[in-house]
Protein backbone atom coordinates (compact mmCIF):
# COMPACT_ATOMS: atom_id res chain seq x y z
CA UNK A 1 0.00 0.00 0.00
CA UNK A 2 1.62 3.61 -1.11
CA UNK A 3 2.23 5.81 1.35
CA UNK A 4 -0.41 8.76 1.33
CA UNK A 5 1.07 11.77 2.26
CA UNK A 6 -0.87 15.47 2.82
CA UNK A 7 -0.43 17.70 0.11
CA UNK A 8 -0.76 20.48 2.37
CA UNK A 9 1.60 19.28 5.18
CA UNK A 10 4.32 22.11 4.64
CA UNK A 11 1.76 25.04 5.03
CA UNK A 12 0.47 22.95 8.23
CA UNK A 13 3.90 23.08 9.62
CA UNK A 14 4.18 26.45 8.86
CA UNK A 15 0.79 27.73 10.58
CA UNK A 16 2.42 25.66 13.62
CA UNK A 17 5.36 27.69 13.54
CA UNK A 18 3.29 30.85 13.39
CA UNK A 19 1.55 29.52 16.88
CA UNK A 20 4.76 28.67 17.93
CA UNK A 21 6.13 32.46 17.53
CA UNK A 22 2.77 33.50 18.69
CA UNK A 23 2.81 32.03 21.59
CA UNK A 24 6.68 33.45 22.36
CA UNK A 25 5.36 36.88 21.71
CA UNK A 26 2.47 36.76 24.62
CA UNK A 27 4.94 35.51 26.56
CA UNK A 28 7.21 38.86 25.87
CA UNK A 29 4.32 40.72 25.96
CA UNK A 30 2.99 38.92 29.93
CA UNK A 31 6.65 39.77 31.22
CA UNK A 32 6.57 43.42 29.87
CA UNK A 33 2.86 43.67 31.76
CA UNK A 34 4.48 42.05 34.45
CA UNK A 35 7.40 44.61 34.76
CA UNK A 36 5.28 47.47 34.27
CA UNK A 37 3.00 46.19 37.11
CA UNK A 38 6.12 46.17 39.32
CA UNK A 39 7.22 49.42 38.32
CA UNK A 40 3.28 51.07 39.45
CA UNK A 41 3.21 48.88 42.62
CA UNK A 42 6.49 50.82 43.56
CA UNK A 43 5.28 54.20 42.04
CA UNK A 44 2.42 53.70 44.58
CA UNK A 45 4.52 52.82 47.15
CA UNK A 46 6.28 56.18 46.82
CA UNK A 47 3.55 58.09 46.32
CA UNK A 48 1.91 56.19 49.54
CA UNK A 49 4.90 57.31 51.74
CA UNK A 50 4.61 61.29 50.02
CA UNK A 51 0.87 60.88 51.50
CA UNK A 52 1.79 59.77 54.89
CA UNK A 53 4.97 62.40 55.21
CA UNK A 54 2.48 64.67 54.06
CA UNK A 55 0.14 64.09 56.69
CA UNK A 56 1.94 63.87 58.64
CA UNK A 57 3.28 67.43 58.55
CA UNK A 58 -0.58 68.75 58.53
CA UNK A 59 -1.12 66.63 61.52
CA UNK A 60 2.22 68.82 63.01
CA UNK A 61 1.05 71.77 61.62
CA UNK A 62 -2.57 71.49 63.20
CA UNK A 63 -0.94 70.63 66.60
CA UNK A 64 1.14 73.68 66.49
CA UNK A 65 -1.44 75.33 65.58
CA UNK A 66 -3.66 74.18 68.86
CA UNK A 67 -0.74 75.28 70.88
CA UNK A 68 -1.06 78.17 72.81
CA UNK A 69 2.24 80.30 72.31
CA UNK A 70 2.84 79.07 68.31
CA UNK A 71 5.03 81.86 66.67
CA UNK A 72 3.34 83.01 63.74
CA UNK A 73 6.91 82.27 61.83
CA UNK A 74 7.38 78.97 62.96
CA UNK A 75 3.26 78.13 61.57
CA UNK A 76 4.86 80.35 58.07
CA UNK A 77 7.40 77.96 57.70
CA UNK A 78 5.53 75.09 59.18
CA UNK A 79 3.11 76.03 56.13
CA UNK A 80 5.47 76.30 53.74
CA UNK A 81 7.20 72.90 54.23
CA UNK A 82 3.31 71.42 54.10
CA UNK A 83 3.45 72.95 50.43
CA UNK A 84 6.48 71.47 49.19
CA UNK A 85 4.99 67.95 50.81
CA UNK A 86 1.80 68.60 49.07
CA UNK A 87 3.66 69.63 45.27
CA UNK A 88 5.81 66.34 45.88
CA UNK A 89 2.51 64.25 47.05
CA UNK A 90 1.47 65.79 43.93
CA UNK A 91 4.47 64.78 41.72
CA UNK A 92 4.13 61.32 42.93
CA UNK A 93 0.33 60.87 42.08
CA UNK A 94 1.54 62.08 38.22
CA UNK A 95 3.95 59.42 38.37
CA UNK A 96 1.33 56.96 39.35
CA UNK A 97 -1.14 58.01 36.66
CA UNK A 98 1.60 57.61 34.31
CA UNK A 99 2.79 54.33 34.65
CA UNK A 100 -0.86 53.28 35.25
CA UNK A 101 -1.31 54.62 31.54
CA UNK A 102 1.90 52.49 30.78
CA UNK A 103 0.45 49.20 32.32
CA UNK A 104 -2.43 49.84 30.13
CA UNK A 105 -0.74 50.09 27.17
CA UNK A 106 0.91 46.75 27.80
CA UNK A 107 -2.18 45.23 28.94
CA UNK A 108 -4.15 46.48 25.70
CA UNK A 109 -0.49 45.25 23.65
CA UNK A 110 -0.51 41.74 25.18
CA UNK A 111 -4.47 40.79 24.51
CA UNK A 112 -3.74 41.95 21.00
CA UNK A 113 -0.66 39.33 21.47
CA UNK A 114 -3.49 37.01 22.99
CA UNK A 115 -6.14 37.16 19.63
CA UNK A 116 -3.24 36.87 17.05
CA UNK A 117 -2.54 33.75 18.92
CA UNK A 118 -6.18 33.02 19.16
CA UNK A 119 -6.47 33.14 15.45
CA UNK A 120 -3.62 31.43 14.13
CA UNK A 121 -4.10 28.24 16.72
CA UNK A 122 -7.59 28.12 15.11
CA UNK A 123 -6.54 28.24 11.71
CA UNK A 124 -4.17 25.30 12.92
CA UNK A 125 -7.01 23.40 14.35
CA UNK A 126 -9.17 24.00 11.15
CA UNK A 127 -6.08 22.65 9.13
CA UNK A 128 -5.39 19.86 11.12
CA UNK A 129 -9.07 18.71 10.87
CA UNK A 130 -9.06 18.96 7.25
CA UNK A 131 -5.65 16.80 7.32
CA UNK A 132 -7.90 14.13 8.60
CA UNK A 133 -11.14 14.43 7.03
CA UNK A 134 -8.97 14.52 3.88
CA UNK A 135 -6.75 10.94 5.16
CA UNK A 136 -9.89 9.10 5.90
CA UNK A 137 -10.83 9.93 2.17
CA UNK A 138 -7.99 9.22 0.97
CA UNK A 139 -7.53 5.52 3.05
CA UNK A 140 -11.00 4.57 2.01
CA UNK A 141 -9.95 5.30 -1.79
CA UNK A 142 -6.73 3.54 -1.35
CA UNK A 143 -8.39 0.72 0.24
CA UNK A 144 -11.45 0.18 -2.57
CA UNK A 145 -8.31 0.51 -5.15
CA UNK A 146 -6.61 -1.86 -3.05
CA UNK A 147 -10.01 -4.19 -3.16
CA UNK A 148 -10.38 -3.67 -7.14
CA UNK A 149 -6.35 -4.76 -7.48
CA UNK A 150 -6.91 -7.44 -5.16
CA UNK A 151 -10.42 -8.99 -7.05
CA UNK A 152 -8.40 -8.67 -10.46
CA UNK A 153 -5.41 -10.81 -8.59
CA UNK A 154 -7.64 -13.26 -7.94
CA UNK A 155 -9.55 -13.20 -10.98
CA UNK A 156 -6.19 -14.02 -12.62
CA UNK A 157 -5.33 -16.62 -10.18
CA UNK A 158 -8.11 -18.11 -11.36
CA UNK A 159 -8.11 -18.04 -14.68
CA UNK A 160 -4.96 -19.59 -14.51
CA UNK A 161 -5.79 -22.21 -12.20
CA UNK A 162 -9.23 -22.85 -15.01
CA UNK A 163 -6.11 -23.22 -17.76
CA UNK A 164 -4.12 -25.34 -16.49
CA UNK A 165 -6.57 -27.68 -15.47
CA UNK A 166 -8.21 -27.30 -18.97
CA UNK A 167 -4.35 -28.11 -20.38
CA UNK A 168 -4.18 -31.01 -18.24
Known sequence: MAKIVYPLEQVLE?????VDEA?????????????????????EA????AKTHYQDKLQQLRDELDKVGSTSTTIRQMRDY?????????????????????????QQILEDAQR????KRH???????????????EHKEADRVEGIEQDEIGTTIFLNQKIKKKQE
Do not use: M, P, S
Request: aromatic share 2%; glycine share 2%.
Open 23 to 43: EKVVQEKLKIVEQETQKLREK
Open 116 to 119: DLKI
Open 82 to 106: LKLAKEALQKEDGKVTEQKKAVDAA
Open 14 to 18: VKHKR
Open 123 to 137: EVDKLETHKEEWLKV
Open 46 to 49: ERDK
